[in-house]
């Protein structure tokens, strides 16, 4: 079955460094791809979505993420981190064409941010 | 633009009853998806609807049902409702077609608890 793995279910870092959090996805067949944020007691928010337009996206609140096709991942990173980016943070794939069928996603990274 | 909206906020239930959980899609979506988040886990795809049909299936059992209504909003029916039902549930919108990665626009949840 494809499946997402996200590597640290909890990653701290301190406030301005960089963040990277990491996803990997199971299957060669190119994918659609997408991270989501989800703060307490809320649902979730789109950050950023790979099109194939570009390699390296960008996303909202300074993240981005890059498609490594040949390591099958999608990396999500912030160059400096701030108190509002802790959150619990997924990485979801689609594999299905036309918008069809659901995502797949990643058991989530909780972030911690250290003042 | 209305967003996605979900009723209701919290539910407790007992076991081997049964539940509806509502949706309303985002304006101009016509595709509804449901999904349920355990704790500390990351969301699962439940079923997918598109024009008033079940439009793809995750791994849950025909007791999780669903109905899409000709305005696009949409019921998560569950029966005989077990303990391990309990959870996040969330709906998302999308617009269906092309360019596949058309992202999913998620509610806040409904939070089912199963005594």
């Known amino acids: 079955a494809q499946s997402v793995t996200q590597l640290g279910s909890h990653v701290s870092v301190s406030e301005g460094a960089l963040v990277l959090l990491r996803c990997n996805y199971s299957?060669?067949?190119?994918?659609?791809l997408f991270w989501y944020v989800q703060y307490p007691n809320q649902g979730l928010q789109l950050l950023l979505k790979y099109t194939s337009a570009a390699t390296l996206v960008k996303g909202i609140n300074g993240f981005e993420a890059e498609f490594k096709k040949s390591e099958t991942s999608f990396h999500l990173t912030k160059p400096s981190a701030h108190m509002s980016d802790a959150a619990e943070y997924f990485c979801?794939?689609?594999w299905g064409g036309g918008g069809a069928d659901g995502l797949t996603f990643g058991k989530g990274t909780h972030l911690i941010i250290q003042p | 633009e209305t967003g996605v909206t979900q009723s209701p906020t919290h539910l407790i239930k007992t076991r081997g009853q049964q539940v509806t959980l509502r949706c309303s899609s985002q304006s101009g979506h016509n595709t509804v998806s449901w999904y349920q988040q355990a704790l500390g886990q990351g969301p699962q795809f439940i079923f997918q609807?598109?024009?008033?049909?079940?439009?793809g299936r995750g791994n849950f059992p025909p007791r999780f049902s669903g109905l899409q209504f000709p305005n696009y909003s949409s019921e998560l029916n569950v029966n005989a409702l077990e303990l391990d039902d309990s959870a996040l549930y969330l709906c998302?919108?999308?617009?269906?077609?092309?360019?596949?990665?058309?992202?999913?626009?998620f509610g806040p949840g409904t939070r089912l608890t199963v005594l």
């Open positions: 609807y598109y024009r008033e049909e079940e439009n």
């Open positions: 299957s060669s067949v190119p994918p659609y």
């Open positions: 998302a919108s999308s617009l269906v077609g092309y360019p596949a990665y058309n992202e999913q626009f």
């Open positions: 979801a794939v689609r």
